[in-house]
């Protein structure tokens, strides 16, 4: 069983950026990070292939939010620019052992997740 555990949420102007990372006890292959609001169903944000460092994004982070992680076994880090009002959410971590990580963008793909963090952006 591998526990993840988020940190780095806050509350941060239109505009500014924030990080957030996820350190996971345990290999994992692919490592994700969703969003849910209280209006909306959990949305993928972006996914990482651990050993390649390759990172997939939805369009409506693509070119303002980087995932990385230096190695497999250091903290997942979603680094975040440019943030708008409408990137306010809870983050979650997720994490599975499966391969094809360019196809996991949904709940079901990952059987390991965190806590959540919240992340608030003011216009």
């Known amino acids: 069983q591998v526990q993840l555990v988020e940190s780095g949420g806050g509350s941060v102007q239109a505009g500014g950026s924030l990080r957030l990372s996820c350190a996971a006890s345990?290999?994992?292959?692919?490592m994700a990070w969703f969003r849910q609001t209280p209006e909306k169903e959990r949305e993928w944000v972006s996914t990482i292939h651990t050993d390649s460092g390759r990172g997939y994004y939805a369009d409506s982070v693509k070119g303002r939010f980087t995932i990385s992680q230096d190695s497999g076994k250091k903290p997942l880090y979603l680094q975040m620019n440019s943030l708008k009002p409408e990137d306010t959410a809870i983050y979650y971590c997720a994490a599975t052992s499966g391969g094809e990580c360019w196809r996991r963008k949904f709940e079901y793909d990952y059987n390991y997740w965190g806590q959540g963090t919240q992340v608030t952006v003011s216009s």
């Open positions: 345990g290999y994992v292959y692919c």
